[in-house]
């Protein structure tokens, strides 16, 4: 988040704006200070991006912007070890991490994540994911996990998904 925070105030800079940059800045530390936390030792939540693919998922590796969010929510990107921004990989591997939360990434209208959700729960690997038996999904607009503004409120939907209603 912090490169949104700098960009921000870098344009602030530039247009003359600095006060107002700053001030949105801060409003936005504050939303994100104010939102639900994992309970005291407890270990973060997985969670899986789903963005597109049926024979091998698209998701977000260490590099990507949902990187970024997961952390600020308070969450593990179950796809951590991917070493690139966005990448291919293979329904074992997700299976195998075992994410608590997947995110549907809709380019759209909500119509392409419930068709992601429909997928995933009928694969005979996905359905038997914690996530998936739970039905612990959130679908999140394509403008929300690419760099911008629309990245806090992400963060505040996906926090809320992993701590207001987790299973622990």
């Known amino acids: 988040m912090d490169l949104l925070y700098s960009d921000e105030l870098t344009l602030g800079k530039i247009f003359g704006k600095q006060e107002a940059a ?11 200070a104010a939102l639900p936390k994992a309970q005291q030792g407890a270990r973060p939540l997985k969670v899986f991006v789903y ?7 698209f998701t977000s590796g260490k590099y990507a912007m949902p990187q970024a969010i997961i952390e600020a929510a308070g969450g593990r990107n179950a796809m951590e070890a991917l070493d690139t921004s966005w990448g291919t990989t293979s329904w074992e591997s997700v299976a195998a991490a075992e994410p608590d939360v997947i995110v549907l990434l809709d380019y759209q ?19 038997l994911t914690p996530a998936v038996k739970q039905h612990r ?23 809320r998904v992993l701590y207001e209603k987790s299973p622990q």
């Open 22 to 32: 700053q001030k949105l800045v801060d409003g936005w530390k504050a939303r994100l």
């Open 51 to 57: 963005d597109s693919g049926e024979d091998k998922p």
């Open 109 to 127: 209208n909500g119509g392409g994540a419930d068709s992601l959700r429909q997928f995933l729960e009928r694969h005979p690997l996905m359905k």
């Open 137 to 159: 999904y959130l679908k999140l607009q394509y403008a929300e996990l690419t760099p911008g503004p629309a990245n806090i409120a992400a963060v505040e939907k996906l926090a």
